[in-house]
T-cell receptor, first 114, second 111 residues
Framework: DSGVTQTPKHLITATGQRVTLRCSPRSGDLSVYWYQQSLDQGLQFLIQYYNGEERAKGNILERFSAQQFPDLHSELNLSSLELGDSALYFC?????????????FGNGTRLTVT | GQQVMQIPQYQHVQEGEDFTTYCNSSTTLSNIQWYKQRPGGHPVFLIQLVKSGEVKKQKRLTFQFGEAKKNSSLHITATQTTDVGTYFCAGGTGTASKLTFGTGTRLQVTL
């Protein structure tokens, strides 16, 4: 158990809809990262938050947004969903702001857009 | 932008054979991390290398960071069925405050 909690485990929704994915980091970790993994693909970095502030941005679409709350949990909002957004979305956490700490991944949320 | 490629994409070995995956970055890295993702699972951190030429071992796994800090390798000696999964390298650079994951190598081990 990594200590990172992601909910829900599965989401099935229709094109054009909006969903929210939730992540609770490991106790004591201040950074939260979001990654997208499409079928048999690698991990695409979306965005990082550190202690409530956006720290780094990757290939995140404008239809996607995220935030980190004072209790350090994070939410990833995906809107105007398209079929191509179907993927596994992972949240990861680490203690510090930089990339020299190991990332601890949650079990992921599998999003299916029909 | 920074790209991290891994080869091979896929390898199928018989139990007991050795396995190596190679990771190559388009830019010089500050550090490299390796992760393993079992089928249906999430990536799990294995190790981090930070020094040029560094070699680290974990039982049957040997990790190496290249002298130029642009490449890395993971070698598994005498594979076991428990080694099945996808191995990802992830590199960090000073100019980008994020880890860039490699394309991954999927390892299949059969008896």
């Amino acid at each position: 158990d990594s200590g990172v909690t992601q909910t829900p485990k599965h989401l099935i929704t229709a094109t054009g809809q909006r969903v929210t994915l939730r992540c609770s980091p490991r106790s004591g970790d201040l950074s939260v990262y979001w990654y997208q993994q499409s079928l048999d693909q690698g991990l695409q970095f979306l965005i990082q938050y550190y202690n409530g502030e956006e720290r780094a941005k990757g290939n995140i679409l404008e239809r996607f947004s995220a935030q980190q709350f004072p209790d350090l949990h994070s939410e990833l909002n995906l809107s105007s969903l398209e079929l191509g957004d179907s993927a596994l979305y992972f949240c990861a956490s680490s203690p510090g702001a930089y990339y020299n700490s190991p990332l601890h991944f949650g079990n992921g949320t599998r999003l299916t857009v029909t | 932008g920074q790209q991290v490629m891994q080869i091979p994409q896929y390898q199928h070995v018989q139990e007991g054979e050795d396995f190596t995956t190679y990771c190559n970055s388009s830019t010089t890295l500050s550090n490299i991390q390796w992760y393993k993702q079992r089928p249906g699972g999430h990536p799990v951190f294995l190790i981090q290398l930070v020094k040029s030429g560094e070699v680290k071992k974990q039982k049957r796994l040997t990790f190496q960071f290249g002298e130029a800090k642009k490449n890395s390798s993971l070698h598994i000696t005498a594979t076991q069925t428990t080694d099945v999964g996808t191995y990802f390298c992830a590199g960090g650079t000073g100019t980008a405050s994020k880890l860039t994951f490699g394309t991954g190598t999927r390892l299949q081990v059969t008896l």
